[in-house]
């Protein structure tokens, strides 16, 4: 599309800005007025986008003169043409490189921001602000270049320097030269003067350009969007940026997840999980008055038969298994002995009167049990 041709345009209404209540700007515009641009900044702002198409597309360079066909009809633009057209002088300097080094340097501390000279090589934000702005107007108007215009190169420096120290440039011949590279096959020039060609295009005789359409008006530099364009800028400085505390980030603490075991230290002893056997429960009456038995070997003791006469007992029951258990039997005094290693007559009566207290009472609680005992044997 044509809007491509002037996306970074800037347009200049000098009746406007040379009013402002701002001496630094209409200093650097009278400055602009001087050097003989004001004809090509300021023309009317009138835009064939079609006529525009037509004419990049069939432009081409023959014996110093910029052809193409638009509309269906051939057009010339001369060098001479664009001076008459735009009031350029024709007269001074051709190369910026021919400016003398006395008034490049004198240029460098004229524009700087903090009273240093600025550097070449360095950023348009180490200049005033009036001159970041004749910056801009010099990258995006007049050399037309593409990418970062916040660097300062050699070439808009020059250009800086040639308006502010009122060096005579030849500025007819160094814009149709830009001219010419825009319409070169294999040139990295990007292509702009929209709104001059246009009015070159308005001007030939005979040509049907179809429909115009206005420039924008946010990109007419006035006294409105020049105050806006301070409001925006005027704050960007070496020395007011330096002020500014920079704010200190606090740490993000990072959620720890649930999932995730945490390690222990290193000189923690890692607690082991007790094994747990599944069995019956006791009650807490057995567990107290449980006998714990010794882990080491308990020698038997040996009971004497008594001589006293034992007493009457009931009839027993005759055993259904001849195997004899090995049982353990708890004396009077709360000793553990083997019925198996007593010896006389009295120990069997003994082992019958426990087996028979085992099968016909069925108690459960050690108490009773060692009671009954204790009872049968007297």
């Known amino acids: 599309m044509a809007s491509s041709y002037y996306t970074n345009t800037l347009h200049v209404s000098f009746e406007s800005v040379l009013a402002m209540d701002n001496p630094g700007m209409v200093s650097m515009f009278k400055a602009l007025t001087t050097s003989g641009l004001q004809g090509f ?35 010339e633009m001369s060098e001479e043409l664009l001076a008459e057209t735009f009031e350029l002088p024709m007269e001074g300097l051709t190369d910026l490189l021919d400016i003398p080094k006395d008034l490049v340097f004198d240029a460098q501390s004229i524009v700087s921001f903090s009273g240093e000279p600025v550097s070449i090589s360095g950023k348009r934000k180490e ?68 709104i001059q060609i246009s009015l070159l295009l308005e001007n030939a005789p005979n040509l049907e350009l179809g429909d115009s359409s206005e420039f924008p008006s946010s990109k007419i530099l006035t006294e409105k969007t020049v105050h806006r364009y301070i409001s925006l800028n005027d704050k960007v400085g070496g020395e007011e940026v330096a002020d500014v505390p920079r704010v200190k980030r606090t740490p993000v603490k990072r959620a720890v997840s649930k999932k ?45 038969p008594t001589t006293a006469a ?54 459960d609680d050690v108490d009773d049990i060692i009671q009954q005992i204790l009872t049968d044997t007297a």
Not at 46 to 63: G, K, P, S, W
Not at 312 to 329: A, D, F, G, H, T
Not at 346 to 352: C, G, I, K
Request: aromatic letters at 6%; hydrophobic letters at 45%; proline letters at 5%.
């Open 260 to 304: 995730r075991p945490a390690f222990a230290a290193v000189d923690e002893p890692v607690l082991k999980k007790k094994r747990t056997t599944k069995g019956n429960p006791v009650s807490s009456k057995d567990t107290l008055e449980m006998v714990v038995v010794a882990q080491e070997a308990v020698p038997l003791q040996m009971i004497a």
């Open 127 to 194: 200049m005033k602000i009036e001159f970041r702005l004749l910056c801009d107007i010099m990258a995006k108007t007049i050399s037309v270049k593409t990418g970062s215009f916040d660097a300062i190169t050699q070439e808009k420096f020059l250009m800086i320097a040639g308006i502010t120290c009122g060096v005579k440039v030849n500025w007819n011949r160094i814009l149709f030269n830009i001219l010419k590279d825009m319409v070169t096959p294999g040139s990295r020039q990007a292509k702009g003067y929209a």
């Open 41 to 75: 900044l300021g023309c009317p702002a009138v835009i064939y986008e079609a006529a525009l198409i037509d004419f990049f597309e069939n432009a081409l360079v023959r014996d110093g003169v910029v052809i193409s066909t638009v509309a269906g009809k051939l057009v």
């Open 310 to 363: 034992p007493t009457e007992q009931p009839p027993l029951p005759k055993r259904k298994s001849q195997k004899r258990k090995r049982r353990l039997v708890l004396s009077s005094e709360d000793e553990i002995v083997d019925s198996e290693a007593i010896v006389g007559g009295t120990s069997v009566e003994q082992e019958l009167a426990v087996e028979h207290a085992f099968e016909e009472q069925k108690i």
